[in-house]
């Protein structure tokens, strides 16, 4: 594999980078890290939720928003009107592990990345990457929230099971890279989830704080394997966890999760790792981020104080 991209920047660049920041009034750069949620599904409130609501968030400049449910012959259209809406580029992204068909109506359906870790051909993951990003670019989907690069290696976990691609560092690493090539070679964003791994807690971070007790060692020898390939891989973004990592953090606040905590996002990972794509947070409205910080609005400073890039699908994002 190759070495994974530097993270330092000459001062030209640093210069030029931040003559364009300074262009931008704050309250714009505040709603380009935000990405809240577009939700079509049926009985989703459409006044704060739906298409109505999400073209006033795009007007406002946020910097791309999250698809749940819509219909394949309809969506594309829908998009492209709140594209036409925006000041500037928008990103729309999905959850599609089992394909565009996990969200949207009359598009494909695909297995649960299990059975692609099952089947253990890197040809198959690559191509199963690539089907459903070119399925998904076909109806406006331009960022994939995935790969799961969690080790299923704890049978009691209850929010990783037939997500992950399996529980071998190795072989996971070389599926999940594979799959990342399939997604961005089709031209879509991958993004590996949920950083630094979610797969040894006992706890779903939608309704509790996890920590994983496990020490430093065996985290670096299991769970960042298949992270440390993706990056290697070239994705284009990480997802972090709201989990918090003791043996990989001993010196931050009890319970702090990952998404909070600078020396897991911008020590470990782009230091450490060499990551320099899109760091971005799970869920904001999760109970795993909000609790531990308070307030979701609280989490979302906390979170670019740590390292990440973006603010994803707060419960209220004028709030962020």
């Known amino acids: 594999m190759s070495a994974p991209p530097t993270q330092v920047a000459g001062d030209a660049e640093v210069a030029s980078l931040e003559a364009e920041l300074a262009r931008w009034p704050l309250e714009d750069l505040a709603a380009r890290v935000v990405v809240p949620v577009l939700d079509l599904r049926p009985g989703a409130d459409a006044a704060r939720v739906g298409a109505p609501a999400a073209r006033a968030l795009v007007a406002r400049g946020v910097g791309g928003l999250i698809l749940f449910g819509g219909a394949a012959e309809s969506l594309p259209g829908v998009l492209a009107d709140l594209r036409a809406a925006a000041p500037d580029a ?8 089992r394909g565009v068909g996990q969200q ?3 598009a494909a359906a695909l297995p649960p990345l299990a059975a692609v870790g099952a089947a253990d051909r890197e040809d198959l993951a690559r191509a199963a990457g690539e089907a459903v990003a070119r399925e998904a670019l076909a109806l406006g989907i331009d960022w994939l929230y995935g790969p799961v690069l969690d080790l299923a290696h704890e049978p009691r976990n209850p929010i990783v099971g037939s997500r992950a691609l399996g529980r071998d560092p190795a072989r996971v690493a070389a599926l999940g890279a594979a799959y990342v090539q399939g997604i961005e070679g089709a031209g879509v964003l ?4 949920h950083f630094p791994g979610h797969g040894g807690t006992l706890v779903d971070s939608h309704d509790g704080r996890p920590t994983d007790a496990r020490t430093g060692g065996e985290l670096r020898a299991r769970d960042l394997v298949p992270f440390r390939a993706a990056v290697a891989a070239g994705v284009a973004s990480v997802m972090t966890a709201h989990v918090a990592f003791p043996g990989l953090s001993p010196a931050a606040p009890a319970g702090l999760p990952a998404t909070l905590d600078p020396a897991l996002v911008d020590g470990l990972l782009r230091r450490e790792l060499g990551f320099a794509g899109l760091v971005v947070t799970d869920a904001l409205l999760m109970d795993g981020v909000r609790a531990a910080a308070g307030s979701e609005a609280l989490a979302g ?3 670019l104080e740590a390292g990440c890039d973006a603010l994803l699908y707060p419960r209220e994002p004028e709030a962020v």
């Open 90 to 97: 928008l990103l729309v992204a999905s959850d599609l592990e």
């Open 301 to 303: 400073v906390l979170a």
């Open 104 to 106: 949207v109506r009359g």
């Open 190 to 193: 991958a993004c590996a989830k």
